[in-house]
């Protein structure tokens, strides 16, 4: 499984990656892997508002249907709209053209505060 380095995780296997002043929210190649194939993921309106921790969206694939939670507090500034079309490229390329969410950090602390690339790999038993 490969795990990004300049990614930041929750338990729940979404990711939280710096782009510029924002933050691209998506789930890891495990998460992704253990989902199997992606068909459909409802995701939020741009402007919504979300807590650390909370819904944002749900993703589906052809064997079960997950919630989405946020692993930080803000506001969503784009949604990836060719995920929204082809949601397949979650599979294919969970942290680069597959992520899901741009989100503007209400609280930028709340990141450090995540699982790094070592401690999710030992989360996930990839040591």
């Known amino acids: 499984m490969a795990i990004d380095?300049?990614?930041?995780?929750?338990?729940?296997?979404?990711?939280?990656?710096?782009?510029?002043?924002?933050?691209?929210?998506?789930?890891s190649d495990h998460a992704q892997a253990e989902l199997?194939?992606?068909?459909?993921?409802?995701?939020?309106?741009?402007?919504?508002?979300f807590a650390k921790g909370s819904t944002f969206g749900t993703i589906e694939s052809v064997k079960a249907a997950s919630d989405?939670?946020?692993?930080?507090?803000g506001k969503i500034v784009e949604v990836n709209e060719a995920v929204k079309n082809d949601p397949?490229?979650?599979?294919?390329?969970?942290?680069?053209?597959?992520?899901?969410?741009?989100?503007?950090?209400?609280?930028?602390?709340?990141?450090?505060k995540l699982l790094d690339a070592t401690a999710y790999g030992k989360a996930i038993g990839e040591e």
């Not at 380095?5 to 998506?26: F, Q, V, W």
């Not at 397949?88 to 450090?112: H, M, T």
Request: charged share 20%; hydrophobic share 40%.
């Open 5 to 27: 380095t300049n990614a930041r995780y929750l338990e729940s296997h979404e990711y939280a990656k710096p782009a510029g002043s924002d933050m691209l929210i998506g789930i």
């Open 68 to 73: 989405l939670y946020m692993p930080i507090s």
């Open 88 to 112: 397949s490229l979650v599979n294919k390329d969970c942290y680069g053209q597959g992520w899901l969410i741009r989100v503007a950090p209400a609280n930028p602390a709340e990141f450090s």
């Open 36 to 49: 199997g194939d992606v068909v459909f993921v409802e995701l939020p309106s741009v402007g919504k508002e």
